[in-house]
């Protein structure tokens, strides 16, 4: 229910901090339109009048203005609406006016707005302000002309009022907008919780270790947040996998440590307990104890740094950076010195080596030691034949396209065994193999060095008999 409730309270907080916004955005258009269309209509007036005013003074001038008889008969026949005309001197003293004959109790006009923008700027309005002389409202527009300014009125009508106001349709419009707008972001604010609603409930269950059904992925929309949300989940799922494997390998390598290491262990503490409890013991049976405790000391030895070394290419990966410096190297060289370094053994197993690759071979690697790692790969292969080939008489080593091919004509492997060859403690022949000293780990390092180099590795049968391995190395 607290995620129900958290999801909702995102999708509100999300839903009005943005639709507030565009309301905000919305008033704020709207007052402006407003205000813009009602100045625009304002202006036409204003024009109108200005229009007059100078009609007035281009048909009588200074002089016939000023003349009562003159100025009457225009007003009285240019009149628009019960218009009122008033010619004014740069002293706000009123000298015409054809609407109020008594000019001379008419007070100074001066200080009226319209006549201030008029003598300040040549014309000026002033809008629903009532006339102190004939107690009725009017819109003023006022022209200066020299030393006079004309000034006429029409009073606020019906009709009039209707004209000045700004029209309301766009309200409508952008109430109409605003609601489907709000409807669609209601919507998308929906499913942008929803999704984070699925993915909360996928880290709670994660975080309390519960069981995490699969529906949840499916619940997922087809779309962009969909995609992102699969993603989350995918990758959560594939590190909750890789840990598990991680953990899994771990255990499984320390029961067979454990189950490798008991054997030599009791063979030693046999043999010593032996000893210990014979003093009289012949002196080439103990010699012969004390032989086979080296052996089993040697083989624990060689287990123990197998297993050192292959933790520590477990641990490569996450171990160097993007940053680190890339070394470069040839691997020719280091094959043939495996190759140097085994040939008293491979020649007392009468196996001769074939080498089929060109003069230089030059890869990168991002580790500090490449040439002990590319080593490792070809010394185990060679160890992996001496030890498990049975009737090889040759081996041959080749590259070709990017690709290492290292195979043997001995007894093979049987196909069922092939895919777990790369396993660590796993053994064809399990008695036999440990009577011949393996570790079983020869082959699982050689495969964690070409992973570990960006590479892939296979098994697979010789034709004729045999074991083949192909593998590159891409680091």
């Known amino acids: 229910m607290a995620t129900v409730l958290r999801s909702k309270s995102f999708q509100r907080n999300l839903f009005f901090s943005i639709g507030g916004i565009f309301l905000l955005f919305a008033i704020c258009f709207s007052l402006y339109q407003y205000r813009r269309e009602k100045e625009y209509k304002i202006d036409i007036l204003h024009s109108r009048l200005q229009t007059y005013n100078y009609e007035l003074m281009q048909s009588l001038g200074d002089q016939g203005v000023l003349c009562d008889s003159l100025f009457e008969a225009y007003t009285q026949s240019h009149s628009i609406d019960r218009m ?31 006549v201030q923008e008029a003598l300040a700027n040549g014309n000026g309005y ?7 002389s004939t107690h009725e409202t009017y819109f003023y527009s006022a022209t200066r002309f020299g ?8 009073p606020y009508s019906a009709e009039l009022t209707e004209s000045l106001k700004a029209d309301n349709t766009f309200f409508y419009f952008t109430i109409a907008i605003t609601f489907l707008l709000s409807i669609v972001l209601y919507l998308n604010t929906r499913r942008i919780s929803r999704h984070i609603r699925y993915l909360r409930e996928f880290a709670v269950k994660a975080e309390k270790g519960e069981e995490l059904d699969h529906e949840l992925e499916q619940r997922l929309p087809d779309d962009e947040l969909g995609e992102i949300s699969h993603t989350i989940i995918t990758l959560y799922w594939k590190l909750r996998h890789s840990e598990e494997d991680k953990l899994r390998l771990k255990r499984q390598l320390t029961q067979n440590a454990a189950h490798e290491l008991k054997t030599p262990a009791a063979s030693i503490h046999g043999y010593l307990e032996s000893i210990l409890d014979n003093p009289d013991m012949p002196q080439d049976k103990r010699q012969h104890f004390l032989e086979r405790c080296y ?28 940053n680190r410096e890339i070394n470069n190297f040839d691997i020719v060289p280091i094959v043939y010195n495996v190759l140097e370094d085994t040939a008293l053994q491979l020649q007392e197993k009468g196996i001769k080596p074939i080498v089929e690759l060109p003069e230089s071979i030059l890869i990168s690697s991002p580790f500090a030691d490449p040439e002990s790692l590319i080593y490792s790969i070809f010394r185990n292969l ?20 990017g690709e290492f091919v290292f195979s043997d004509n001995g007894a093979g492997v049987a196909p069922l065994h092939l895919p777990y060859l790369f396993e660590r403690f796993y053994r064809v022949d399990k008695g036999r193999s440990r009577k011949l000293g393996g570790t079983g780990l020869g082959l699982a390092i050689v495969k964690n060095t070409v992973v570990a180099h960006s590479g ?14 192909k593998f590159t190395l891409q680091a």
């Open 295 to 322: 052996a089993q000391s040697e083989r624990m030895s060689k287990l123990l740094m197998d297993m050192s070394q292959l933790t520590r290419l477990d641990e490569m990966p996450a171990s160097f950076s993007e």
């Open 126 to 132: 002033d809008i629903k302000r009532t006339s102190e």
């Open 84 to 114: 009122r005309v008033t010619i004014i001197d740069t002293n706000g003293r009123v000298l015409q006016d054809n609407y109020y004959q008594a000019i001379d109790s008419l007070p100074n006009h001066l200080k009226r707005i319209e």
């Open 456 to 469: 892939t590795i296979t098994a697979l049968s010789t034709p004729g008999g045999g074991l083949t391995i």
């Open 147 to 154: 030393n006079l300014v004309v000034r006429s009125a029409v």
């Open 382 to 401: 060679v160890d992996n034949v001496l030890s498990h080939a049975t009737g090889a008489t040759s081996i041959r080593i080749s590259y070709n396209n």
